[in-house]
């Protein structure tokens, strides 16, 4: 990553697990306080993947698949806005637009380029490494003693802090419980989709996505119960629903579950 690496036996003073986005802008954003403010320091960034910052969603290639947020909401620098668009500017086309979706593989690049552009401003002081490999198991001792990562190629890396940055790893059961879910709805069998979109509730978080996007399964458990003939469940759904936050469509909705 930078010729001035942490030396394998070293303890580094900060481990940073992952190297998707979220991993790759903390490491952006520590080497920058780090340049700010004249401070030395270690970092060693761990993840099997081979390239940084792309991570589970935005390391795809296909030029089809399209972010879901526009342009000038994906800024790496939170106190500079209009970064995104200007590196969009000079490496997709001159002509892109603020309110442009554009695929999620430039954003993937947009994450790698700005890390390396950081990594390329860091003082001498200031050490960086990777390993490619997985983190298997994390000894954490006590609040004084340094946390050891034992990596799944046998070696181990040593860090005063540690960074959890491995993304939402939805388990199998929630995949499954997914699938049966959409499975029951478009069989309309109504009374086993509403048992599984119930059970998904709690975890569904773990696939990811925003919250309007995670609001989908609920309007779809809507569904469900006013087909099951389950008005009054719905009804208290939606109410919930209009206490978390006003909505003119869900208003229309709750008025038209059958009493
Ligand atoms: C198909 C899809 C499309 C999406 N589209 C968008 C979008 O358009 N816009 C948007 O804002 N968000 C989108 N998202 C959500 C997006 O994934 C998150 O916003 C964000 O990118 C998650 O980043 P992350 O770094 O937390 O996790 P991840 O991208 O999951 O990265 C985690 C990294 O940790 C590594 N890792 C995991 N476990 C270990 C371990 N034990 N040891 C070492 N390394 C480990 C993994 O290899 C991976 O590289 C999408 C998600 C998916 C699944």
């Known amino acids: 990553m930078t010729q001035q690496a942490v030396a394998p036996g070293q303890v580094a003073d900060i481990a940073v697990v992952g190297a998707g986005p979220a991993g790759s802008l903390v490491v952006v954003q520590l080497l920058r306080a780090m340049r700010r403010d004249r401070r030395r320091g270690s970092i060693v960034l761990v993840d099997p993947a081979a390239a940084d910052g792309g991570g589970v969603a935005f390391s795809t290639a296909d030029e089809r698949h399209l972010l879901n947020v526009r342009v000038?909401?994906?800024?790496?620098?939170?106190?500079e806005p209009g970064h995104f668009l200007a590196w969009a500017r000079a490496h997709v086309?001159?002509?892109?637009?603020?309110?442009?979706?554009?695929?999620?593989?430039?954003?993937?690049?947009?994450?790698?380029?700005?890390?390396?552009?950081?990594?390329?401003?860091?003082?001498?002081?200031?050490?960086?490494?990777?390993?490619?490999?997985?983190?298997?198991?994390?000894?954490?001792?006590?609040?004084?003693?340094?946390?050891?990562?034992?990596?799944?190629?046998?070696s181990a890396v040593t860090a005063r802090r540690v960074v959890l940055a491995t993304g939402a790893a939805a388990t199998s059961d929630v995949?499954?419980?997914?699938?049966?879910?959409?499975?029951?709805?478009?069989?309309?069998r109504w009374a086993e989709a509403v048992r599984s979109l119930r059970l998904l509730g709690p975890w569904l978080s773990q696939l990811g996505g925003s919250a309007a996007q995670r609001e989908i399964v609920e309007d779809t458990l809507l569904d469900a119960l006013v087909h099951a003939g389950r008005c009054e469940e719905a009804r208290l759904l939606l109410t919930k629903?209009?206490?978390?936050?006003?909505?003119?469509?869900?208003?229309?909705?709750?008025?038209?579950i059958p009493a």
Do not use: I, N
């Open 72 to 79: 000038a909401g994906l800024d790496a620098h939170p106190d």
């Open 93 to 154: 086309a001159a002509d892109v637009g603020p309110g442009d979706f554009l695929p999620r593989s430039a954003y993937g690049d947009y994450l790698r380029q700005t890390l390396q552009a950081e990594l390329g401003e860091a003082p001498p002081g200031v050490r960086v490494s990777r390993r490619h490999a997985r983190v298997r198991r994390l000894a954490v001792h006590d609040a004084t003693t340094p946390v050891t990562l034992e990596l799944d190629d046998g």
């Open 175 to 188: 995949v499954v419980t997914m699938w049966e879910a959409l499975d029951a709805v478009v069989e309309e």
């Open 241 to 256: 629903r209009l206490d978390r936050r006003q909505s003119a469509l869900d208003r229309r909705r709750l008025a038209a």
